[in-house]
């Protein structure tokens, strides 16, 4: 199984992002998937999830309104499209699979599998 997450960079301040996590080698359409960021000297915390049909999104509340999740099984691909950047922002940006796709999953242990992550950058 290979999660490859991508889109990453620096921006500004009000700028938008979108972030893709491309899936092989598992029946994506099979799993839910999440999104996490880890800021420098801080611990990995939950962003969103979307069900294995993309019917059911979750947020955090830290990013409710801005960041908005989606995928598209026939690609293999959930996306993350981050709009209204904060600095707070800032992270490391991984993609992750939860292997019971019909749950709503915002802890890091109810994933099976993770990304190398993709580092956002968002300047004041």
């Known amino acids: 199984v290979q999660l490859q997450a991508f889109g990453g960079g620096s921006v500004q301040a009000g700028d938008s992002l979108r972030l893709s996590c491309a899936a092989s080698?598992?029946?994506?359409?099979?799993?839910?998937m999440g999104w996490f960021r880890q800021a420098p000297g801080k611990e990995r915390e939950f962003v969103s999830h979307?069900?294995?049909?993309?019917?059911?999104?979750y947020y955090a509340d830290s990013v409710k309104g801005r960041l908005t999740i989606s995928r598209d099984n026939a690609k293999n691909t959930v996306y993350l499209q981050m709009d209204s950047l904060k600095p707070e922002d800032t992270a490391v940006y991984y993609c992750?699979?939860?292997?019971?796709?019909?749950?709503?999953?915002?802890?890091?242990?109810?994933?099976?599998?993770w990304g190398q992550g993709t580092l956002v950058t968002v300047s004041s």
């Open positions: 992750a699979a939860d292997r019971i796709r019909s749950r709503l999953a915002a802890n890091t242990e109810d994933y099976n599998y």
């Open positions: 080698g598992l029946t994506f359409s099979g799993y839910g």
């Open positions: 979307i069900s294995y049909s993309g019917r059911s999104t």
